[in-house]
C-alpha cells in the first residue's frame, strides 16, 4: 500500500530553526509537496521536490532524496504566525496526490 | 499563483436535507477538479476526481449516490450532500490542478465547514 509518515506534532520557539521529516513509500514518484494549513482553513503550497536535493525558498526550504523516500521542510527564523499543520503529500505514478496525516507545528514565544 | 473560490464557506443545516457547494476556477480552466473531506486534526481524504463533461471518478468507500458531483464547465464543479446526517459533518475541500512549469499543482478552494443537525 501506499503510505507517508510524519510526525504528529511538534514545538519550538520564536525565533528557532525546526525540521519537519516526511518519509514515503508510494506506487511511483512524480513529485513531492509541502502545504501549510492553518486552522479552519485550505492548504496553501509551500514547494515542490521532484529531483534530489535542497530547494530554498526564504525562511523555508525542502530537501528530497527519493532513493531513501524522505523529504524534511526546513523552517528558519520562526515566527508566531508559522504555528500551522504542514503537510507532506506525494504525486504517485498516476499523478494522484498522497497526502500525510499533517504535522502541527506549535511555536512559542 | 491561480484562484479558486467556493461557496458556501459555512453551512449549517438540518439533517435530511441536501447541500451543494461549489468550486469555481476563477483566472483558469480546469478540466479535473478534486473534491476532499478533512476531519478535525486529520489529512485530506480525496473524496472524488471531478472531470469537465464526463462522469467523476469516485474514491472507494465514498457513495456516489450520496455525493453527487457535475462538473459542467471548465470553470466549475459541484459537490452535493444528498440527505446529509450528522455523520456527513466535516470540512469540505476542493482543488484544481494547473501546469506550472512541468507539473500541476493543486490550488485549493477555502473550504466549506458543513454542519448538520
Known amino acids: 500500500g501506499q503510505n507517508i509518515d510524519q510526525p504528529t506534532e511538534m514545538t519550538a520557539t520564536e525565533g528557532a530553526i525546526v525540521q519537519i521529516n516526511c518519509t514515503y513509500q508510494t506506487s511511483g514518484f512524480n513529485g513531492l509537496f509541502w502545504y501549510q494549513q492553518h486552522a479552519g482553513e485550505a492548504p496553501t503550497f509551500l514547494s515542490y521536490?521532484?529531483l534530489d536535493g535542497l530547494e530554498e525558498k526564504g525562511r523555508f526550504s525542502s530537501f528530497l532524496s527519493r532513493s531513501k523516500g524522505y523529504s524534511y521542510l526546513l523552517l528558519k527564523e520562526l515566527q508566531m504566525k508559522d504555528s500551522a499543520s504542514y503537510l507532506c503529500?506525494?504525486?504517485?505514478?498516476?499523478?494522484?496526490?498522497?497526502w500525510g496525516a499533517g504535522t502541527k507545528l506549535i511555536i512559542k514565544p | 499563483g491561480a484562484v479558486v473560490s467556493q461557496h458556501p464557506s459555512r453551512v449549517i443545516c438540518k439533517s435530511g436535507t441536501s447541500v451543494k457547494i461549489e468550486c469555481r476556477s476563477l483566472?483558469?480552466?480546469?478540466?479535473?477538479m478534486f473534491w476532499y473531506r478533512q476531519f478535525p486534526k486529520k489529512s485530506l481524504m480525496l473524496m472524488a476526481t471531478?472531470?469537465?463533461?464526463?462522469?467523476?471518478?469516485?474514491e472507494q468507500g465514498v457513495e456516489k449516490d450520496k455525493f453527487l458531483i457535475n462538473h459542467a464547465s471548465l470553470t466549475l464543479s459541484t459537490l452535493t450532500v444528498t440527505s446529509a446526517h450528522p455523520e456527513d459533518s466535516s470540512f469540505y475541500i476542493c482543488?484544481?490542478?494547473?501546469?506550472?512549469?512541468?507539473?500541476?499543482?493543486?490550488?485549493f478552494g477555502p473550504g466549506t465547514r458543513l454542519t448538520v443537525l
Open positions: 483566472d483558469f480552466q480546469a478540466t479535473t
Open positions: 471531478s472531470n469537465e463533461g464526463s462522469k467523476a471518478t469516485y
Open positions: 482543488s484544481a490542478p494547473k501546469g506550472l512549469a512541468g507539473y500541476n499543482e493543486q490550488f
Open positions: 503529500a506525494v504525486l504517485d505514478s498516476n499523478y494522484q496526490l498522497i
Open positions: 521536490n521532484v
